[in-house]
């Protein structure tokens, strides 16, 4: 281990550390509550920098070998998640200034840093705990509403139990295979033996849980309700993102045998058509979402049916392009009261009170519906390109299908917003923070629109 | 059966039985208490596991887990103490405002 080394490849980890600590010692030092967002903002920019750097430099080291090492596919992800959550700070400017929020969701951040770097289970295990406790207190901060510990319980719950299979899962890999090293999954993978199996299916299970794939999804509905929107954003974007990059580290090297597609499609295309038609009967905005999150959950995991190079390119592809349409709709919703600014409801006539925010979340439900031109459809063919060319049309078709049964929720939404006639006063225009995070997104989606091939030749 | 694979199956009934109680019962802190199980059934298998390969990384997991589930209970009891005072019971069906 050489300090050099350390210092480097953990910059955007450093940076983090750093700036809990700085916000910290600020929330000390200072007599009355300041807006502390400023800084968390320029902490989380210059660590999705350090990463972006890496990344660029194609910079690969271990400092802590067989536990810790950056490559650039995990720099990338560094980076991408980093940078995702810009636009979380920049819209949390109405609802939380103190602490609290910074320091948890730094935290949340450092934990996702540190799992797409890992190299042993011990490691995978630390960043996922690390990455969810403070999601669960970040549901609870928006504690004005009552409902909002009941979703906060209902995540630690299912979240503790999907923590304990997952580590029954690690222990039975170690039983399997004498090693904690990621790469002893793909050996238990491989293997026939029963112990083997059980510890495959276990810690596949405990990946379904925390990406709320159905069965497994009970607890994301309310969640995504309970929390306040930065944080529904946050967790509908970040956190799943991060799940599934750490899923597609997992399987390095692992070609998915015959025993497993069962498990490896069937779940996640009931998640998709479940999904779909569930999020139809939504009211809430958030709950629609996250409905929806359960059905694009069915699709990543889709990808992992794909062969080993083309299926990081797709994941990492659908999750840059599902993030920010996510994010842009969710930074376009009509300011107000936190418990109702999301009722569908509220969308009405949006296009007559504020034309921008309503074309930038239509562009965004098209998207998520995966219509061209828009970048979710490049994502969805990216995918199911690479299940066909694994072999598996019978399960793409189907998966194809499913998908597109979302539609109707989607534009539903649209439908709300520009045919509907809605009160004729004008919304007041958006602050100078929630325009900038709309900007945010805005600027690399269209990027995406017009150049897709331009990152997927980068990936 | 030799003791390791006596000491797996009593791990894994213990985690199922953590899991049973996770889903069957309505009592939030029985709950919490069966999530604790569950890891506990975990522990025991990492254990048995390590000490039958003489590896001492599955010692330090098992501390880790320790912190971790020390960490989770002492989030998830001030929640269940907000509930309780909001609603003044600790039925798990009591808590139903979020429905869809």
């Known amino acids: ?459 | 059966m030799d003791s390791t694979q006596l000491l797996l199956v009593l791990s894994t009934a213990l985690f199922a039985l953590g899991l049973t109680g996770v889903i069957v019962r309505r009592n939030l802190l029985v709950m919490l208490m069966c999530m604790e199980l569950m890891l506990n059934g975990v522990i025991l298998s990492l254990v048995t596991l390590s000490q039958q390969a003489a590896s001492t990384t599955g010692a330090v997991l098992v501390f880790l887990v320790f912190v971790v589930a020390a960490a989770e209970i002492a989030i998830a009891v001030p929640i269940v103490l907000l509930l309780a005072r909001r609603k003044h019971t600790l039925d798990g069906d009591a808590f139903t405002d979020l429905r869809g």
């Open chain 1, 1 to 459: 281990m050489n300090t050099e080394t350390v210092l480097t490849a953990m910059l955007p980890e450093h940076l983090l550390l750093l700036g809990i600590l700085l916000l910290l010692v600020l929330e000390i030092g200072s007599r009355r509550e300041r807006d502390l967002l400023p800084v968390t903002l320029v902490i989380v920019f210059a660590a999705a920098f350090a990463a972006a750097r890496l990344y660029l430099g194609d910079y690969a080291g271990a400092p802590f070998p067989g536990q810790f090492s950056v490559d650039p596919a995990a720099a990338l992800a560094k980076a991408v998640v980093l940078g995702l959550s810009i636009p979380v700070v920049l819209i949390a400017g109405g609802e939380f200034s103190g602490p609290r929020f910074s320091i948890l969701l730094l935290s949340s951040l450092y934990g996702a840093c540190l799992l797409f770097s890992s190299d042993s289970f011990l490691t995978l295990f630390l960043g996922i705990e690390l990455m969810s406790l403070p999601v669960y207190a970040l549901v609870l901060l928006a504690m004005g509403r009552p409902e909002s510990v009941e979703g906060a319980l209902k995540y630690l719950v299912l979240g503790g139990a999907g923590t304990a299979t997952l580590l029954l899962g690690i222990s039975f890999t170690f039983g399997a295979t004498g090693s904690f090293e990621l790469a002893a999954f793909a050996e238990a993978v491989a293997s026939g033996d029963t112990l083997a199996r059980a510890a495959v299916v276990l810690v596949l299970l405990a990946f379904y849980l925390k990406a709320a794939v159905v069965p497994f999804h009970g607890w994301a509905p309310d969640a995504y309700e309970a929390a306040s929107v930065p944080v529904t954003a946050y967790m509908a974007t970040v956190i799943k993102a991060a799940v599934l990059l750490a899923a597609v580290r997992l399987f390095a090297g692992v070609t998915v045998p015959a025993s497993l597609v069962g498990l490896i499609a069937a779940l996640p295309l009931v998640s998709m058509v479940w999904g779909n038609l569930t999020a139809m009967r939504q009211e809430s905005f958030r709950r629609m979402i996250a409905y929806s999150s359960i059905a694009h959950a069915g699709y990543l995991f889709f990808a992992f049916l794909g062969a080993e190079p083309g299926r990081y390119e797709a994941v990492i592809f659908y999750l840059i392009a599902y993030g920010l349409m996510n994010l842009l709709a969710f930074v376009c919703l009509p300011t107000g009261n936190d418990a109702t600014r999301d009722r569908l409801d509220n969308l009405k006539g949006l296009f007559h009170r504020s034309p921008y925010a309503a074309l930038l979340i239509a562009a965004a439900m098209l998207s998520l519906a995966g219509i061209p031109p828009f970048p979710g459809f490049v994502a969805k063919f990216l995918i199911f390109r690479n299940v066909i060319d694994a072999g598996y049309t019978g399960w793409a078709v189907a998966g194809l299908i499913g998908s597109y049964l979302g539609i109707y929720f989607y534009l539903r939404v649209i439908q709300y917003m520009f045919m509907s006639a809605g009160e004729e006063a004008a919304e007041a225009p958006p602050r100078a923070m929630v325009f900038a995070a709309s900007l945010c997104c805005l600027l690399p989606v269209v990027l995406l629109t017009v150049f897709p091939g331009w990152l997927i030749d980068r990936l």
